[in-house]
Each structure stands twice: as C-alpha cells, then as structure tokens.
C-alpha cells in the first residue's frame, strides 16, 4: 500500500495543538478498523513526521521543546503539507527561507493544509491568491491584509484545493477532513471514535 508522506511545519512559537492535533489524527488513522489495527503500520495510508528550519529543539507554545525529525535540506518528499500557526508566525512572514521552503514544497506535494495562523504563511507565500481560506479568529483581519480570494469567517474548515482551518484545536477537524476526503466518511469517522473526539 501506497503510504503519504505527511510534513508537518513547526517553528520556534508553534501552537503545540496546532501540530500535535494533525499528527495524532494522520499518524492513528489506519483502513482497517479496531484498536488492534493501531498496534501496527499495516494499514497506515500515512507516514508523519516533522520538519523544521534545522533540526536544532523547537520551543513551542508553554515551553514545550520538540525535536524536529527532519530539517529542511534533508526532509524527504512530501505529498501531505501540514503548515500550522502560533505566535512564530508573525516572524516568519517575512522570513524569504521559510517562505520559499513553504512555496517550494508545496508546488511538489499533492495537497497543502494550514491550522490556525498557518495560513498567514501560505498567504505571504502567495499560495492563497484567489482562493477562500479562513484563519484564528483574532488574525481573520491580519489574513485579509494579504492577497487571499475570500477570507471565510464563520467555518472551522474551507477546502478550495489548499485546504485551511480556524485556530489551534480546528486542525483535528480540518484532518479528519482530509482523512474523510481521501478515505471516505466511515475511515475518517472510525479515526474520530479511536481518539474519542466528537466530529462536528
């Protein structure tokens, strides 16, 4: 089976469920269903790691330090873009090594997804250029600044190709609905069960 290689962006300021919410949905979403099924890779149609400018720690929202799996030279393919928000972000839209690494990556995968200030990134890297796309609802004003099609502001999730999503815990929604758009309702609605989330 064909497995997608998931990059999920993190920077120093990174909302911790930002990442960690996609990561936990991709990572134990598995087509066969149970709790058995997550003791193994078998029937994983995705394989998840982060990405990072080095692969120096990462100081998160609250003082949590992550180790980043790969930094930017060295990450292999990615099919599945994860870009998510925080405070960091302010720094990075202006920051041309992230910016291209964003533009870069993103015209190689096959599809491209953004949490909360995520898509702060994606629009400052020109990627939101006439497409619907929503944010954290303190920076829809800030999203709107940027050359973006329409700012939607009253959905937890828009997919006009890029796929965007409102802030910190909405990346658990905006993965499963990438889970549902790729997989089906059934996987995507199994995934929720095993994490006990209540999808909306």
């Given at each position: 089976?064909?497995?997608?290689?998931?990059?999920?962006?993190?920077?120093?300021?990174?909302?911790?469920l930002?990442?960690a919410?996609?990561?936990?949905?991709?990572?134990?979403?598995?087509?066969?269903?149970?709790?058995?099924?997550?003791?193994?890779?078998?029937?994983?149609?995705?394989?998840?790691?982060?990405?990072?400018?080095?692969?120096?720690?990462?100081?998160?929202?609250?003082?949590?330090?992550?180790?980043?799996?790969?930094?930017?030279?060295?990450?292999?393919?990615?099919?599945?873009?994860?870009?998510?928000?925080?405070?960091?972000?302010?720094?990075?839209v202006?920051?041309?090594?992230?910016?291209?690494?964003?533009?870069?990556?993103?015209?190689?995968?096959?599809?491209?997804?953004?949490?909360?200030?995520?898509?702060?990134?994606l629009?400052?890297?020109?990627?939101?250029?006439?497409?619907?796309?929503?944010?954290?609802?303190?920076?829809?004003?800030?999203?709107?600044?940027?050359?973006?099609?329409?700012?939607?502001?009253?959905?937890?999730?828009?997919?006009?190709?890029?796929?965007?999503?409102?802030?910190?815990?909405?990346?658990i929604?905006?993965?499963?609905?990438?889970?549902?758009?790729?997989?089906?309702?059934?996987?995507?609605?199994?995934?929720?069960?095993?994490?006990?989330?209540p999808?909306?």
């Amino acid at each position: 089976m064909e497995r997608w290689k998931v990059g999920i962006l993190i920077f120093e300021d990174v909302e911790v469920l930002d990442f960690a919410g996609p990561f936990e949905v991709l990572s134990r979403t598995r087509l066969v269903p149970g709790v058995e099924s997550r003791r193994s890779d078998d029937s994983a149609p995705f394989h998840v790691f982060t990405v990072a400018a080095t692969r120096d720690p990462v100081r998160a929202t609250g003082g949590l330090v992550v180790l980043p799996r790969f930094a930017f030279d060295e990450s292999p393919p990615i099919d599945l873009l994860v870009v998510p928000g925080g405070f960091g972000t302010r720094r990075l839209v202006a920051d041309a090594g992230t910016l291209t690494w964003i533009r870069d990556t993103a015209r190689r995968a096959r599809r491209v997804t953004s949490v909360c200030t995520g898509s702060l990134l994606l629009a400052s890297a020109g990627l939101l250029r006439g497409r619907r796309a929503t944010t954290h609802g303190s920076a829809l004003g800030e999203l709107a600044a940027f050359d973006v099609g329409q700012v939607v502001r009253d959905q937890r999730v828009v997919d006009d190709v890029i796929v965007t999503s409102a802030g910190v815990a909405a990346g658990i929604d905006m993965a499963l609905h990438v889970v549902e758009t790729m997989f089906g309702r059934a996987v995507a609605d199994e995934t929720a069960a095993y994490l006990e989330y209540p999808r909306r």
